[in-house]
Nanobody
Framework: QVQLVESGGGLVQAGGSLRLSCAAS????????MGWFRQAPGKEREFVAA???????????YYSNSVKGRFTISRDNAKNTVYLQMNSLKPEDTAVYYC?????????????????WGQGTQVTVSS
């Protein structure tokens, strides 16, 4: 059974940093795309970042315009874990953050392209 478990959320002041982790179990995702999404109260779940294998040891990363330059997605295949380093956090980054994967078809930006989801971790940024 595949499980994705997020951790690392919390309360931080604006300008601060957090690192989210997503530990996968049940199968190896090293050759598949993984993503992070977020959902703020009253809003749709939205794409944040994705990391995809392009062959060998090369991975490409993709970001939403709202987090580009502040967030970094990475992965450690030995640990079957994906990370989201979040710097220069803003109050508008407040949301529940979800790990998703693997992406086996469809757009990397679309929720329904991902087969499994974690339970989410709350990130709250105070002003």
């Amino acid at each position: 059974q595949v499980q994705l478990v997020e951790s690392g959320g919390g309360l931080v002041q604006a300008g601060g940093s957090l690192r989210l982790s997503c530990a996968a179990s049940g199968r190896t995702f090293s050759s598949h795309g993984m993503g992070w999404f977020r959902q703020a109260p009253g809003k749709e779940r939205e794409f944040v970042a994705a990391i995809e294998w392009s062959g060998g040891n090369t991975y490409y990363t993709y970001y939403s315009n709202s987090v580009k330059g502040r967030f970094t997605i990475s992965r450690d295949n030995a640990k079957n874990t994906v990370y989201l380093q979040m710097n220069s956090l803003k109050p508008e980054d407040t949301a529940v953050y979800y790990c998703a994967g693997p992406r086996t078809s469809g757009s990397r930006y679309a929720k329904n392209s991902y087969d499994y989801w974690g339970q989410g971790t709350q990130v709250t940024v105070s002003s």
